[in-house]
Structure formats: C-alpha cells, structure tokens
C-alpha cells in the first residue's frame, strides 16, 4: 500500500465497554488488586502498522534494529492478524521517530490507513447505514483490535468529537500514536463522507511542535495543540449521512461475529467506562455504574470482589492521564490536575494509591519541583527531505 493523500450536554449511554488496562500503580501489590497490568500484557492488532517497517526503510533507517531495541522480534508487524505488544509498538514508534528524525512520523503511518486495515472492526464500521452508526460500531468494538487504545465519540449539542485516548501507563510514544490516530480518522470519515470530507477543528494534548505543515496539508486546518483531548471535530448533521455502498448482509455477519467474541472483565470495563467519563469531565461512581448498566452498590460489591474500590480505580485512571500530559504538553500542573483529571489533589494521588502500610517513605514532590520536570517535546528535529510529502 502506497501513502495516500461550550455549554456542553451530555448523556450517558448504556455501551458495552471494551478491554482496558487496569490503573493501579502498585509493584509490591498482588495480583488481584487494583494495579496496572504488566507492561508487555496489553496486546494491539497489527493491522496497518505492518506497513511501517518499509516507512522507515524509506526514511533511511533500519527497522530491524530499532524492533530489536523495541524488545520485538524481527517478524513482528509481518502480519496484519497478529497482535504485538502494545508497550513494545510504542518503543518501536518512539524510536522510529528518533533515529529517522522525522517529527510527523505518525502523520504518515496514519495516512496509510483504510477502514479495512481494521479488520472485523472495518467491515462493522463500513457497512454501517449512516456515519453515526458507523462511529459507534468504531467505539463499542474497537476493542477487539487493541486492548489499551481507547476510541471515544463525544456528542455535544451541534458538534461532534470523535477521537483516541491512550490507556497504558509510561506508554512510550503518546504523541506519534495520537498522530497516527486521527490521520487514520481522517482517512476512515472520508471513506464514510465522501474525499471532501474535512474537520471543523482537529485536537491533540501534545506540545506544538516547531513545524506544522505536515498537520495542516493532512487536515486541512491548523490543530490546536496543547487540547484537553485527541479527537477531530465535525459538525452533527455528518452523523445522518447515509454511507454509500453499505452491505446489510455483510454487515450482520460481522456483527455476529463481533458478539462471539470474548466480553471483557469487569475491572477492564470499570477502567475503560472511568477513562471514558473523563472525557465528558464526569467522573461520579453513579454514572459510571449506570453507564455498566448496574446499580452502584452492585459495582461496590463486584469491586470488592475483585479486591479494589471505585476511588482505588477513579485515582489509577486520574493519574494516569495526568503522567501522559505533563510528560508531552505545555498543560500547567493546576489545570491538568483541575481541568483534565477533576483531582485538585493530584500530588497527593500517588500516595493515595499505595496500600496504609507501604505509605512510608519521601513524601510527593512540590509542585515547583514537578513544574520544572524534563519534559520530552513533540518537535524532534525535522528532516524534510528525508520525509514523504
């Protein structure tokens, strides 16, 4: 394949919510409890990112090596229906973009994307009968091709954000991954609307980057960086469009071959139903139990069984949005922890997640002290001509 060219109201939806990692952040805790998965346990179909190792070949630097550095075997991204480690796809792409000095690497990967790179995902999606159902069936099973990316679609009144959040802890390549996103969203609304098809607004939470033509040929707008969110907005009359071609029959096979599939665990459910909430800047244990479909006392029970509370989940979740942030963008402390995470309290979070009797220890950093941490910049040096147009 060749590279191809607020007053807000809400309401909560009844969805079924697929895997997400679970948000503790306890290393000496056991396995039962509210932690993090292990790094290398969340899995991401290879899908379109079997075309990236000749990307980078083109861009003049060996894919071999930097899989290897990634902790990957040299087969890895061979084949489109294998999944690889997520964890590990992101020291590919991080490095990827470091050695090839190619700051808009994800820009590329994305643009390469079609709605059947997706897979099972892409035959739901392309034969949906409008695009509002085609962007739900992109939400409720997108799942099925990555265990940590989480796909979301906002409706707010008159406009629409359709987008992707990052699900992993210490994830090494946010920002790549979040370009390759919504370039690939690009292609996906456009397969769905017609070549027209352009956005009203394009998002994304990383740092501007010190050249923004590639963003700006590719969307057709000029992003705002440094955003609450990654996602592409478009005017709600989009969402009645019909989709031209869709195949009724082609579609309900994909759907029941969508409902045999594997449902996720309740903790994944609560994490992603969490991350999902705090999109929409709620985050009350009642929406969230309504939006699993079950009473809030049944989620307390469940919970408990499963040896963690909501608040243990709510303040993984927080704290993992708010490492991802402060790590690429140019958000301040106070309005990550106020406005992106709904915790004030942030630097007290990671106590708060550790069990009473391993609280001991150097108190948090001050705030001066996280305001000054090192922060890896989205703009790498830009080699123009060793990039594709």
């Known amino acids: 394949m060749s590279p191809r060219d607020r007053s807000t109201s809400w309401s909560i939806h009844r969805i079924d919510w697929g895997p997400m990692v679970n948000p503790g952040l306890i290393r000496n805790e056991a396995p039962s409890q509210s932690r993090w998965f292990a790094n290398e346990s969340a899995s991401q179909r290879v899908g379109n990112f079997v075309e990236v190792p000749a990307l980078v070949r083109q861009l003049g630097a060996d894919p071999a090596a930097i899989l290897r550095d990634a902790g990957l075997a040299p087969d890895a991204l061979h084949v489109a229906e294998h999944r690889v480690s997520y964890a590990g796809l992101g020291r590919f792409l991080r490095g990827a973009a470091d050695i090839t000095g190619c700051a808009h690497l994800g820009l590329l990967v994305g643009r390469m994307c079609e709605l059947s790179d997706l897979g099972l995902v892409g035959e739901l999606v392309r034969n949906s009968p409008?695009?509002?159902?085609?962007?739900?069936?992109?939400?409720?099973?997108?799942?099925?091709?990555?265990?940590?990316?989480?796909?979301?679609?906002?409706?707010?009144?008159?406009?629409?954000?359709?987008?992707?959040?990052?699900?992993?802890?210490d994830f090494e390549a946010p920002d790549v991954m979040y370009d390759t996103m919504l370039a690939a969203?690009?292609?996906?609304?456009?397969?769905?609307?017609?070549?027209?098809?352009t956005p009203s607004e394009v998002l994304l939470p990383q740092a501007r980057p010190f050249d923004v033509t590639p963003y700006?040929?590719?969307?057709?707008?000029?992003?705002?960086?440094?955003?609450?969110?990654?996602?592409?907005?478009?005017?709600?009359?989009?969402?009645m469009?019909?989709?031209?071609?869709?195949?009724?029959?082609?579609?309900?096979?994909?759907?029941?071959?969508a409902e045999h599939a594997t449902p996720p665990k309740l903790l994944q459910q609560v994490h992603r139903a969490v991350r999902a909430m705090l999109l929409h800047q709620h985050h009350a244990g009642d929406d969230v139990a309504?939006?699993?479909?079950?009473?809030?006392?049944?989620?307390?029970?469940?919970?408990?069984?499963?040896?963690?509370?909501?608040?243990?989940?709510l303040d993984g979740v927080r704290f993992?949005?708010?490492c991802e942030l402060l790590?690429?963008?140019?958000?301040?402390?106070?309005?990550?922890?106020?406005?992106?995470?709904g915790a004030p309290d942030l630097i007290a979070m990671p106590r708060r997640l550790q069990p009473p009797e391993t609280r001991s220890g150097p108190k948090p950093a001050s705030p001066d002290e996280l305001d000054a941490r090192p922060c890896r910049k989205v703009a790498l040096p830009l080699y123009a001509a060793r990039c594709p147009a």
């Open 130 to 169: 409008t695009v509002g159902a085609a962007l739900r069936a992109l939400t409720r099973y997108q799942h099925c091709n990555s265990d940590v990316g989480l796909a979301f679609l906002i409706e707010r009144g008159s406009v629409v954000d359709v987008g992707y959040a990052n699900c992993q802890l």
């Open 320 to 322: 993992s949005v708010a």
């Open 216 to 239: 700006c040929n590719l969307f057709k707008v000029h992003p705002s960086f440094n955003a609450e969110i990654c996602a592409l907005r478009f005017p709600a009359h989009w969402m």
């Open 327 to 341: 790590s690429m963008s140019e958000i301040s402390l106070d309005d990550v922890g106020n406005r992106e995470c």
């Open 185 to 197: 969203g690009i292609n996906f609304l456009r397969e769905l609307c017609g070549p027209g098809w």
């Open 290 to 313: 309504r939006m699993l479909a079950m009473h809030r006392r049944t989620l307390n029970r469940r919970l408990k069984a499963e040896g963690t509370t909501f608040q243990r989940v």
């Open 241 to 257: 469009r019909s989709v031209e071609g869709a195949d009724p029959e082609r579609l309900r096979i994909a759907q029941e071959q």
